[in-house]
C-alpha cells in the first residue's frame, strides 16, 4: 500500500485518527476529513486520491453522496458502517461501493481490505514497482465483442466507441459474459468472477450489478444485449 492516497470520511475524531495513523504505517498518505460535506470538498479540490474510506451517518452530506461522488470521478470506496442487513449491502453496491467493513472493525482487516480494493481496482499491484506501483498488468489483454471493447490492463470499457465507466465488480461481470458470449454464466460463476478475494455476492447483488451495467449502457444502443435465462444466470446476445 505503499504511496497510496486515501481519504478517511469519519465523523468520530478518534476513529479518524486511529485509522490514519494505522494506514499511515503502513505506507499509505492519509487525508482526514469530519463530515461528507468536508470529504465532498477534498473530492473536489484536494485531490486526486487512490481511495475513499468513509462512513454513512455524517453530519452534512451523507456517506452515500461521498460514495456516489467517489465513483463519479473513478475512485473506489471502502464504507464503514455499523448497518450489516443485506438490504445495506445491496444499497451501497447500487450507489457504486466497491467493499464495506462493519463497525466494530479491526484495523488489519481494514488495512487488508484496503490492499485488495487498492490492488483490485488497478491502482497499486502487489508486487510496488520504484514508481509507487502503478502500472499495467501482466498478461493483460482487451476483448473486443462486436461493439464492446474492454481493456483489462487500462481497466476501462468501451460500447459503441463510448467510454463506460464501471465499478471494479461490474467491470469483472462484463469481463466474464465477454470472456465466453455465447455461455449462459450462472448467478454463482457471476458472483465467483466478481467477488475475487472478498465473500461470494448473494444471487440479488448479482442482478443487481447487471443492472447498474444495463443503466450505464444506455445511449450506446447495446443496452439489451445482456440477457437474462430465467432460472439459470446471464449471458451475452449478439452484439
Known amino acids: 500500500m505503499a504511496g497510496a492516497r486515501i481519504l478517511v470520511v469519519e465523523d468520530d475524531a478518534a476513529i479518524n485518527r486511529v485509522v490514519c495513523s494505522y494506514l499511515g504505517k503502513v505506507g499509505a498518505t ?9 470529504g465532498l470538498m ?22 452515500e453522496e461521498v460514495v456516489a461522488d467517489a465513483r463519479g470521478r473513478g475512485v473506489p470506496a471502502l464504507v464503514l458502517s455499523a ?14 461501493a466497491d467493499d464495506y467493513l462493519v463497525k466494530p472493525f479491526d484495523l488489519e482487516e481494514l488495512a487488508a481490505r484496503c490492499e ?16 509507487g506501483g ?8 482487451v476483448l ?10 487500462a481497466r476501462s470499457f468501451t460500447a459503441a466507441g463510448m467510454p463506460v465507466r464501471l465499478t471494479r465488480t461490474e467491470f469483472e461481470i462484463v469481463r ?22 472478498v465473500a461470494a455476492l448473494e444471487d440479488k447483488t448479482v442482478a443487481t450489478h ?20 430465467w432460472g439459470v444466470g446471464f449471458r451475452l446476445r449478439e452484439l
Open 30 to 38: 492519509c487525508t482526514a476529513a469530519f463530515s461528507g460535506t468536508e
Open 134 to 141: 502503478r502500472g499495467g498488468a501482466a498478461g493483460a489483454s
Open 210 to 229: 447487471i443492472g447498474n451495467i444495463r443503466a450505464k449502457l444506455r445511449g450506446t444502443g447495446t443496452e439489451d444485449c445482456i440477457e437474462t435465462v
Open 176 to 197: 466474464t459474459l465477454m470472456a465466453a458470449p455465447r455461455q449462459v454464466h450462472t448467478k454463482r460463476a457471476l458472483s465467483a468472477a466478481a467477488a475475487g478475494d
Open 42 to 63: 477534498h473530492l473536489g479540490g484536494g485531490g486526486p486520491f487512490d481511495l475513499v474510506i468513509t462512513d454513512l451517518m455524517l453530519p452534512g452530506a451523507s456517506g
Open 116 to 131: 485488495a480494493v487498492l490492488r483490485r481496482n488497478g491502482a497499486f499491484s502487489a508486487d510496488a514497482d520504484a514508481d
Open 83 to 96: 448497518r450489516a442487513t443485506v438490504a445495506d449491502r445491496v444499497g451501497l453496491l447500487r450507489i457504486g
Open 144 to 153: 473486443r465483442i462486436g461493439a464492446w471493447e474492454l481493456d483489462e490492463a
